[in-house]
């Protein structure tokens, strides 16, 4: 259940530097919200920067998620992803998980990338054995948006190497189809529809119970998620972007 959330707020934030993908422009912001039934229960940001570590240039990617209102009051959860990546692949040099859910559980992992020799060192579970061109979970799903979707079938699979959760996990997405979605705030907009391929766990009522929209256009925004639980539906939909390639076609 853990590795869902966090690849769908993930998903929801991506975003890559103008530097390497004309896209998507420098600065980019998008916030989105989530809402169970009629109460919005959550927050979730992204923003990026170029910095320089020792003589080398980097990206610099944040996503961030937070409770709000009333659910804030009952379960107090915040949540930061980061990762510092190579200009021309994406590669994670360097990444990190701060997670922060009430006063139960608290966790601060830093992760050091070594491509050439296919490991990693996590502060918490130490080195490990990854597979060629790994992403962290963060770095992976911004790498989404720069892959060509023009050209995708019914049933097309994208597949990408991660260490997440302290393990080899590869990230799945199917494409279903393309698809208009409607944003309250904004208005109808072309989209790609994916479903990630995940184990069926308590949780979800089936394996396609997550669904991902990405702006079928030249900049490829998440502009929705949807989970089908096992009591009631989640819903993430974009309320606010700034500083886009490309104009989103809302209608």
């Excluded at 050091?112 to 979970?137: A, L, M, R």
Aim: glycine share 4%.
């Amino acid at each position: 259940m853990k590795k869902i959330v966090v690849l769908l707020f993930c998903l929801i934030s991506g975003v890559v530097l103008r530097a390497q993908n004309p896209v998507i422009s420098e600065n980019e912001l998008l916030e989105y919200e989530i809402y169970y039934a009629f109460v919005t229960g959550a927050k979730m940001t992204l923003e990026t920067e170029t910095v320089t570590e020792n003589g080398k240039k980097l990206y610099h990617l944040v996503a961030k998620g937070n409770t709000i209102g009333f659910v804030d009051k009952i379960y107090h959860i915040m949540e930061d992803y980061e990762s510092w990546a190579d200009p021309q692949t994406l590669l994670p040099d360097h990444a990190l998980k701060n997670v922060r859910e009430s006063e139960q559980y608290k966790r601060y992992i830093t992760y050091k990338f070594d491509h050439q020799n296919n490991k990693v060192t996590s502060s918490n579970s130490g080195v490990s054995d990854i597979k060629k061109e790994c992403y962290d979970i963060v770095a992976a799903c911004y790498k989404i948006r720069m892959l060509d979707l023009s050209g995708l079938k019914s049933g097309d699979e994208i597949t990408l190497n991660t260490f997440f959760g302290e393990e080899n996990w590869p990230l799945k997405l199917r494409y279903i189809k393309t698809e208009n979605v409607k944003i309250s705030k904004f208005g109808k907009i072309s989209c790609y529809k994916f479903i990630p391929i995940v184990e069926v766990s308590g949780v979800f009522t089936a394996q396609d119970a997550l669904s991902i929209w990405i702006s079928a256009d030249q900049n490829k925004i998440p502009i929705r998620a949807q989970m089908s639980l096992m009591v009631g539906s989640a819903k993430v939909d974009l309320i606010q972007y700034k500083n886009v390639k490309f104009p989103l076609n809302f209608k």
